[in-house]
């Protein structure tokens, strides 16, 4: 299971900060990539980006200077930090799995709203 | 960026019909491991999405029979053969051949 914390309000031009819990497995089982995934209100779906159990990381070019995210392999957890936000940035944010052998098994918490509003 | 484009953006289906869902990829989705990495993923109101059918046509652990999946290259189908009310909800292609992964714009299945 994969759960989404943090704060769900967030003031413009600030870093927003998300965590998601791992249950049910290991992160350093080095089986899965971890993603984020993020859903504007009424809108599709963006990639945000992965990580894996070593710290490997791959972003997306549209967010690539503002986003940083991180693995802690003791608490089974991984993190995104988004910083220099907008109301753009206003969303449902979703952590994912995805299997390494087969990258587009897409396994989803359950999703933490964020706003962004002053 | 890989660009997916679905159609139709909605669709309305008679309750027992099947349905169909189209996905065009603007370049091939055939990896350089010969895979095809393309998803298609459920997302019924309120939840977040569920993932349906992987590599194409393979279905997830505890996805119905009646969800099937086709295609190759840069086209591709969802089809389910019949609707049922629990299958209401956006469906969304997805692929992950090539970074960053992307997602089509979603389709809306309702019933008529």
């Known amino acids: 299971q994969l759960q989404e914390s943090g704060p769900g309000l967030v003031k413009p031009s600030e870093t927003l900060s998300l965590t998601c819990t791992v249950s049910?497995?290991?992160?350093?089982?080095?089986?899965?990539?971890w993603d984020w995934i993020r859903q504007p209100p009424g809108k599709g779906l963006d990639w945000i980006g992965s990580?894996?159990?070593?710290?490997?990381?791959r972003y997306n070019p549209s967010l690539k200077s503002r986003v940083t995210m991180s693995v802690d392999t003791s608490k089974n957890k991984f993190s995104l930090r988004l910083g220099s936000v907008t109301a753009a940035d206003t969303a449902l944010y979703y952590c994912?799995?995805?299997?390494?052998?087969?990258?587009?098994?897409?396994?989803w918490g359950r999703g933490a709203m964020v706003t962004v509003s002053s | 960026d890989i660009v997916m484009t679905q159609t139709p953006l909605s669709s309305p289906v008679t309750l027992g019909q099947p349905a169909s869902i189209s996905c065009r990829s603007s370049?091939?989705?055939?990896?350089?491991?010969?895979?095809?990495?393309l998803s298609w993923l459920q997302q019924r109101p309120g939840q977040p999405p569920r993932l349906l059918i992987y590599?194409?046509?393979n279905r997830f652990s505890g996805v119905p029979d009646r969800f099937s999946g086709s295609g190759a290259g840069t086209d591709f189908t969802l089809k389910i053969s019949r609707v049922e009310i629990e299958d209401v909800g956006v469906y969304y292609c997805?692929?992950?051949?090539?970074?960053?992964?992307?997602f089509g714009q979603g389709t809306r299945l309702e019933i008529k």
């Open positions: 994912a799995r995805r299997l390494v052998v087969v990258p587009d098994a897409v396994s």
């Open positions: 049910g497995g290991s992160i350093n089982s080095g089986r899965y990539y």
């Open positions: 990580i894996s159990h070593r710290g490997t990381t």
């Open positions: 370049q091939s989705l055939v990896h350089s491991d010969g895979n095809t990495y």
């Open positions: 590599k194409i046509f």
């Open positions: 997805m692929q992950a051949t090539q970074f960053p992964l992307t």
